[in-house]
């Protein structure tokens, strides 16, 4: 069996290639190579563990990881209606727009930032359009939840149920914009106007295009 007892690597400023000497079985021998070659071995040697992200929830659209155990999970809500609470008016099975959610957690921790979105009916793409948020509590994307604490979530598939507790929070009008609708209503308006409505009308009656698409929400962090 051959064994490589040592090698060497001498590199000379300016120079294209190296020189890679190296014994074995007490033979010497000496060849030179290139920078790229050198890099592409050092890459291959370096192996990356396998990352598992577990089951994830129902409606995920994409998942990222980074540094330290952080992930991003964006879901697509899946209900149309739901009841909504305003200050101390409770509208029941209120209608609405094709919601997105982003979610920053740590795994085990409490999340720590929800962004919130309206995406175009139709099939889901990168280059899906996105709409103005047509309600309270969101600024940009990101959506403050006041003084409500989020769980934490050892499992992905379970943060399905956060957007069901989001959206059971009663809404005031916090970063509401009359703006961010084709009418120019305030919110209680909004919210009358909307109450006996198909889901629907908010694409043709109500909402106004941001300029993004979904891929530009999706890699929110």
């Known amino acids: 069996m051959s064994r490589t007892d040592k090698i060497t690597l001498t590199i000379e400023a300016g120079a294209q290639t190296i020189r890679m000497d190296s014994e074995e079985n007490g033979i010497r021998s000496s060849k030179l190579i290139g920078l790229d070659d ?3 071995c050092f890459l291959r040697s370096k192996r990356q563990p396998m990352l ?3 089951l994830l929830p129902p409606g995920c659209l994409s ?4 540094e330290e155990g952080w992930c991003g999970i964006t879901l697509l809500f899946p209900e149309r209606y739901c009841d909504f609470t305003y200050h101390e008016t409770t509208y029941p099975h209120f209608p609405l727009p094709r919601l997105v959610f982003r979610f920053s957690l740590y795994r085990g921790r409490r999340v720590r930032d929800v962004f919130a979105g309206v995406v175009e009916e139709g099939r889901i793409t990168p280059e899906s359009k996105m709409f103005c948020y047509p309600f309270s509590n969101v600024r940009g994307y990101r959506m403050c939840t006041g003084g409500n604490t989020l769980p934490g979530y050892d499992s ?3 943060i399905s ?4 507790l989001i959206l059971s929070m009663p809404n005031n009008d916090d970063y509401y914009s009359a703006r961010n609708n ?3 209503l305030e919110f209680r308006d909004l919210l009358e106007h909307l109450k006996d ?3 629907g009308r908010y694409y043709t009656d109500v909402l106004i295009p941001n300029g993004d698409t979904l891929q530009k929400f999706i890699t929110l962090d």
Do not use: F, I, V
């Open 38 to 40: 050198l890099a592409g």
């Open 156 to 158: 992905l598939h379970g």
């Open 52 to 54: 598992h992200s577990g």
């Open 63 to 66: 998942y990222s990881e980074g």
């Open 197 to 199: 409505k198909d889901p």
């Open 182 to 184: 084709r009418e120019g």
């Open 161 to 164: 149920s956060l957007p069901y």
